[in-house]
């Protein structure tokens, strides 16, 4: 499954470092981050549930840039 | 300017005033050392601030090497060397780049939405005989809306009364307007300009033509380029690597120098080390390339020409094989009388019988036979219609007997018929028995193909190929009006993918394959090639979601247009590649030596940047490429 999310974040660098931190978060299939659009495009795993997925790929983000929001 | 950006800008201007006056009265009277440090501190802290909080942070959660540790590093290394000045410069300029850099792509953000400003805000719908707005979104299928002149056509629907022109602009680049009648189909997204129009919706908001658009050009960019992945990866391993490097550079050369018996000279050496750190801020690269491509895809839609993703633009640019469909694509893919030989009545009355015995047919045949007629029809006139299946119709014209049909019908009733030179559908017409001649009837190549091959091969196409299932004669008639260089003819749709995939196996890797269609049944060819192209997609939703580029119009022009844009847009991206990687590593081996100091370094950060965006927002203006 995938969904979209809109971001909010300064810098292009800390768009990638934010996609990066999305990937590695369990649950996680893929994900990219588009600076220029402001949105985050994440593929889930099966069966998990997208909500939860989330909340911890905000903590993953936040911790590799203070500054970044995402709307979920 | 958004809210963060006014504050970015107050702080740098009063750090500016400060520093500007600490330095004037700094003319006039020595401070104490304590005291100018304390003055100096003021300044660099106000703009400075969050640059260190940030930085104090990444080292908390173990995400060190960004480019705020860099900049803390260097303007804390700087003020402790006792530079004051350059430490707040350096700092100063820092954030300026950062602001420009916020504003240029906020403004980008801004224009490329306002080039695709095509989202309706309301319908008009007539409730209780009064007009009154509603959401798009609430708008069921087979409402009736009106549109007032000035307003855009809010959701896909037909004409049930009205008349006007249509400015298509804002989808298809095309600026002449669109004629519209009753009946006629329209599209969500064109401006209505002359009448009012009554629409009878065919489809909901979500699936109308205009929100499909804007689904496509939001969600475009999303996948990266092969360059935008080697900038950010270049980033991620770069930044650790400069900062070793910039240790190094601080502490190898004086213990060499100690080890020699000479002078450490530590604090020359950790200048040239901080200034080493200032000029390797990755920033430049990392926003101009995904902006070069942002501005590119913007630019394109403009222009007509959507563009899935960066990546595709990429691939665009190192086409070298261009494959047609031929129906569709290089020619209208409508029938058309183009010739009537042979009579032995007046053409007019030839034509005459024929429309009228075809006139219960809807066989595109026959409908082109009825337009080039150009008479309303009284069916009254034609009776006793018989309908041979594949060959043709009998019927009684105004009591003659009258017989149109293809070689097999005239073979059938024993008549004797005339072949044709010329390439297209035959339709023998033959009355009370006897042959009377023939009408022809072709596809007509669309006005600008020939131009469009022509426009392609100057792009540096090595190999242009047609692919289709008509005829040979047909196809190769076509290929050499218009310079094509290979036809494959009588193809079924699933040879097409076998001939496309043969020739992929035959071009080298970084020679990238095209291929165009009119995206109705080709969607596996498109789906096979390197890129695919689809054209005239107004109102196809196939089209749009097998392509990987979509022609909103279906001028064969645009195919060399996209090409041209794409090269442009990837030389920009080069440009900046190079530019930026070139100008640092020149600037990192000056710092190393000694030559460079915390100036150049400046400019080599921050002045690199703006050049780099700047150079980026030129992908925008892809009109006259």
């Not at chain 2, 173990?62 to 350096?90: P, S, W």
């Not at chain 2, 770069?238 to 240790?247: K, M, N």
């Not at chain 2, 594949?390 to 005339?418: C, F, H, I, P, S």
Request: net charge neutral; proline share 3%.
């Amino acid at each position: 499954m995938k969904k979209t999310y809109k971001i909010e974040v300064d810098c292009a660098n800390c768009a990638n470092k934010m996609e990066q931190a999305a990937k590695e978060t369990a649950g996680v299939k893929d994900a990219t981050v588009n600076f220029m659009t402001l949105k985050m495009i994440v593929e889930f795993e099966e069966g998990q549930e997208p909500k939860k997925v989330m909340e911890e790929v905000l903590k993953n983000c936040k911790k590799v840039e203070d500054d970044c929001e995402i709307f979920i | 300017m958004n809210k963060k950006q006014k504050k970015a800008l107050a702080q740098i201007l009063t750090s500016i005033v400060l520093i500007i006056v600490i330095s004037a009265v700094a003319h006039w009277i020595v401070f104490h050392p304590y005291l100018e440090f304390v003055l100096y501190m003021v300044p660099y802290l106000i703009v400075g601030y969050d640059i260190l909080r940030k930085a104090f942070k990444g080292i908390k959660n173990r995400q060190v090497f960004d480019e705020n540790f860099l900049m803390a590093v260097a303007t804390l290394g700087a003020i402790l060397l006792g530079d004051y000045k350059e430490g707040v410069a350096v700092m100063l300029f820092y954030q300026i780049g950062e602001l420009f850099q916020s504003y240029a792509v906020g403004k980008s953000r801004k224009n490329i939405s306002e080039l695709m400003d095509i989202r309706p805000d309301y319908a008009n719908v007539e409730r209780d005989g009064k007009l009154e707005k509603v959401d798009p979104d609430e708008v069921e299928v087979g409402t009736v809306i009106i549109v007032q002149p000035g307003e855009k056509i809010p959701i896909d629907g037909i004409i049930i009364e009205g008349e006007t022109a249509l400015n298509t602009s804002a989808l298809t680049g095309e600026s002449l307007p669109r004629e519209v009648k009753t009946e006629d189909e329209v599209i969500s997204g064109c401006i209505n300009m002359t009448g009012v129009i009554k629409i009878r919706t065919k489809k909901e908001f979500g699936e109308s033509t205009v929100s499909k658009i804007l689904d496509l050009v939001e969600n475009s960019s999303s996948k990266k380029s092969r360059s935008e992945n080697f900038i950010s990866k270049f980033a991620r391993y770069y930044t650790p690597i400069v900062c070793y490097g910039a240790l190094a550079l601080a502490f190898l050369p004086p213990l060499f120098n100690v080890i020699m018996g000479r002078n450490p000279a530590v604090g020359q050496w950790v200048y040239r080390a901080l200034t080493f750190l200032v000029i390797s801020c990755p920033c430049a690269l990392v926003i101009s390339i995904p902006l070069s491509f942002f501005a590119g895809i913007g630019g394109a839609s403009k222009e007509g020409v959507l563009v899935k993703g960066s990546n595709y633009l990429e691939t665009l640019s190192q086409a070298k094989y261009v494959v047609f469909d031929k129906t569709g694509t290089m020619t209208q893919g409508i029938f058309q009388v183009s010739g009537i030989h042979h009579s032995k009545l007046p053409d007019e009355k030839l034509l005459e019988y024929a429309a009228l015995a075809e006139c219960y047919s809807s066989h595109p045949i026959s409908k082109s036979l009825q337009k080039a007629y150009g008479r309303e029809i009284d069916k009254n006139r034609v009776q006793e219609v018989k309908e041979i299946s594949g060959n043709g119709v009998t019927a009684k014209v105004d009591g003659v007997n009258v017989a149109v049909g293809n070689d097999k019908l005239m073979k059938q009733l024993g008549l004797e018929y005339k072949e044709c030179h010329e390439v297209g559908t035959l339709v023998h017409v033959a009355v009370e028995g006897q042959y009377k001649g023939h009408i022809l009837i072709s596809d007509q190549l669309k006005p600008h193909a020939k131009e469009a091959i022509a426009a392609l091969k100057k792009t540096g196409i090595k190999k242009s190929v047609m692919l289709t299932g008509d005829s040979k004669l047909a196809a190769e008639k076509v290929a050499e009006e218009l310079g094509i260089h290979e036809v494959y003819s009588e193809l079924l749709p699933a040879d097409k993918v076998s001939k496309v995939e043969e020739l992929l196996g035959q071009k080298a890797e970084k020679e990238k394959l095209i291929f165009v269609g009119d995206g109705i049944n080709d969607a596996p060819v498109l789906s096979r090639a390197d890129v695919g192209i689809a054209m005239g997609a107004l109102g196809s939703d196939a089209a749009i979601e097998a392509a990987d580029v979509v022609l909103m119009d279906d001028d064969p022009l645009k195919i060399a247009k996209a090409i041209k844009i794409s090269k442009k847009c990837i030389r920009i991206v080069y440009e900046n590649i190079y530019f930026a990687i070139g100008v640092k590593i020149i600037c990192l081996i000056l710092g190393a030596v000694g030559i460079a100091n915390m100036w150049v370094a400046i400019f080599a950060d921050v002045g690199v940047m703006i050049l780099a965006v700047l150079n980026a927002i030129r992908a925008l203006f892809v009109k006259n490429v």
